[in-house]
Each structure stands twice: as C-alpha cells, then as structure tokens.
C-alpha cells in the first residue's frame, strides 16, 4: 500500500473499523513509513484536541435578549393585526378606517350646522343640476328622432328610383 | 423553552465557525429572530434540532460569504479569544495550549462545508447521522469530509510544530 492509500485508511484504523486484512496493511506500512507515523500522532492529537474543545455556556445577556425576541415579534405585529393586514381585510380596514375618519371629522367639528347647511346646499344644487341635465338630454333624443324620421321619406324614395334604373 | 434547549448549540456552533465571541452573540440573535419568524415553515413530521442548525448553518454560510474580507483581520485575536472563552485553561500545558492554539487557528482554514462538518461531528458531538442532515448531504460525504478535514489539521499541526520549536 502507498502513503496516499495507507492515508486515507488513518481514521478508520483510529477508530478501530478497519477489517483485518487493512489494520495488519496499514500496520505493516506505519513499521517502515515515519512520515505516515508522523501524520499519524498528529491525527490523533487533532482529535484529543477536538473533543477537548469545551462547549462554552451562552452568557446571561445573551439569553436575555433571546427570551425578549418573541415578545417583541408580538409586540410588533399581533396576530389580529396580521390578520386585518391580509388582502380582503384589507380593504375592507381601509373603507372602515376612511368611513370612521368622515364621521369622526363630521361629529367633532364645531361648526357641524353650517357644515350641514353647506352640505345640503350642494346636495341640492347638485340635484337641480343633474335634473336639468336629464330635461336638456331628454329634449335633444326628441329633435334626433324628429330629424330621422324626417329623413326616411326621402331615403325610401332614393331607393325606390334606384330599383327602376 | 426554545431558548433553553437550542440557544447553547447554536451558540457554540456560531463561536467554533465564527471564532469570535461577539460576533457570535450576533449571530445567535440573528439565528434566533430568523427562527421565530421561519416556525410556519417547520413541519411536525421533521426533526427540529436538525431543521434550526440547517437554518443556522445556511445563515452562518450566507454571512461567511458577505464577510469573507473581515475574517482575516481577526486571527491575532485568537489566543485572546480562546483564553476568555475557557477553552484554552490554566491547567493545560504549554505543549497542549500550543496544540490547541494551533488546531483552532487551522480551523480557520479549512473549506466552510469542513469546518462546519468537523464542527459538528467533533467540537459538538453530533453523529454521522445527524451532522449529515443538518448539512443535507449523505452520510458517507460527511465522513469523507471529517475524515479529509482531520487529515488536513494534522498537516497544519505537523507544518506548524516543528517551526515553533525552532522559535
């Protein structure tokens, strides 16, 4: 076995999972090779050294601000607020909240009379305006359909002169 | 309860990959507030320990990537890092504090899916198994990385010793 093979099998023999045949290879191999028994005892300091490292303990101002995070994850967005920020609740907050601004705006203004007065002044201007407007349409569909019937007289005789040619 | 069970995991598996205390207490809040919003997306039918160090893992890679540069800049702080953090003790030799120093100096080196390997499996205790399904891969390519990454500190070490005898 070269070096590179006898290399990769090093773990293995640490571990102990080597077949017979490969531990008495790789031991054959360490008799003769100082390198690989040199990469060897570095292999097994490596893994002392490894499992010595200690688990270090989270430090207590650590902890603290971990145990706050999901307080503050609620504090930020309760769940009834995420469930009014979904699309159809959503725009149903929205006509809700500018509704609940016109009647709060409505109800608190001091002057809520005059505003009243103002306001059924323009419902009532608006109203003989869109009434005019109708009278006015409804008088310009009669002259239309005066004119056309005007006009058929004529273009049925047109007609009739061009079937005789 | 979460805090208790998982913060000492994921803390020490940001402190051994990011070898700087603080930075690992950023980390782990980080880890933390990143799995309190990700619950919906765990499934009863996983394994939990599991599914949280992948979370960790994939933010420890994603931040490595981002702050490659920045890592360099801290090696001289390692001796300082590891005697303020205990791992390397009064009642360790001389010989075995320069072991120490230099293996997780060497850590440093290897390729971030090693390290995070050997990590897990040596520093943390995890078996085959289970390093292999945090790290998503199969079992087999986790012992070939263990295997390959303990093969590579015990060259550093080797490359490392004779030059501070000389010293």
Known sequence: ?165 | MIVNTYAPQIFNLAFHFTHSREEAEDVTQEIFLKLFSSLKKYKKEMNFTAWLLTLARNHLIDKYRREKKEKSLRQELDERVLTESGLLSPENGHDQKEVKLIVWKALDQLSTEVRLSIVLFDLMGKTYEETAEILDVPVGTIKSRINRGRLQLARLLADQQPQKRRI
């Not at chain 1, 045949?21 to 090779?33: G, R, Y």
């Not at chain 1, 490596?46 to 207590?60: D, G, K």
């Not at chain 1, 305006?129 to 273009?155: C, F, G, M, R, Y």
Request: hydrophobic residues 40%; proline residues 6%.
């Open chain 1, 1 to 165: 076995m070269s070096c590179q093979e006898i290399t990769i099998l090093l773990n293995d023999y640490l571990d102990g999972v080597l077949s017979p045949t490969q531990k008495q290879e790789v031991e054959a191999h360490l008799k003769e090779c100082s390198t690989c028994q040199e990469l060897l005892s570095n292999l097994q300091q490596v893994r002392v050294t490894l499992r010595e490292f200690p688990q270090i303990s989270v430090p207590p101002s650590l902890a603290e601000k971990l145990y706050q995070i999901p307080a503050k994850k609620k504090a930020k967005w309760p769940t009834w607020l995420g469930w009014l920020a979904r699309p159809l609740p959503q725009q149903i907050t929205a006509t809700l909240a500018a509704l609940s601004l016109a009647i709060s705006f409505y109800t608190l203004l001091p002057n809520r009379a005059m505003l009243a007065k103002y306001l059924n002044q323009q419902l009532h201007l608006g109203y003989h305006h869109i009434s005019s407007l109708w009278t006015k349409a409804e008088s310009i569909t009669v002259n239309i359909e005066k004119v056309s019937d005007s006009l058929k007289a004529p273009w049925q005789a047109l007609k009739e002169e061009g079937k005789e040619d």
